[in-house]
């Protein structure tokens, strides 16, 4: 699966901003969607992810209620991921990136996704 995000920029806090994701692949619908952000001097942090069928999503607990995750299945090789990102905050400043986790069991759950393989990351600054 490739990744290609975009959609990074500098705002200012309160504002919006939508990141978008163009993940290609024969197999891209076999595969969870997300965002993983790292912020200087802090851990990777897996923001949110969707599965295949874009119905089940997850956030973190700092994005909940600001972050919204979609995904656009139209075309089966190509799939769009979105995160609309609401009220920022300058704690939202990171490196956000793409990523994309084959489906490896029936059973899944979505807060577990590791980010297998990852896009170039988009930087997203917000000012205070």
């Known amino acids: 699966v490739q990744l290609q995000a975009s959609g990074g920029g500098l705002v200012q806090a309160g504002d919006s901003l939508r990141l978008s994701c163009a993940a290609s692949g024969r197999t891209v619908m076999s595969h969870i969607l997300g965002w993983f952000r790292q912020a200087p001097g802090k851990a990777d942090e897996l923001v949110s992810s969707i599965n295949p069928s874009g119905r089940s999503t997850y956030y973190s607990d700092s994005v909940k209620g600001r972050f919204t ?60």
Do not use: W
């Not at 995750?69 to 979105?82: A, E, Q």
């Not at 069991?105 to 205070?128: A, C, K, N, P």
């Open 69 to 128: 995750i979609s995904r656009d299945t139209r075309d089966n090789t190509k799939n769009t991921v979105y995160l609309q990102m609401n009220s920022v905050k300058p704690e939202d400043t990171a490196v956000y990136y793409c990523a994309a986790d084959p489906i490896r069991s029936i059973i899944y759950e979505l807060h577990t996704m590791r980010g297998d393989f990852r896009g170039q990351g988009t930087l997203v600054t917000v000012s205070s």
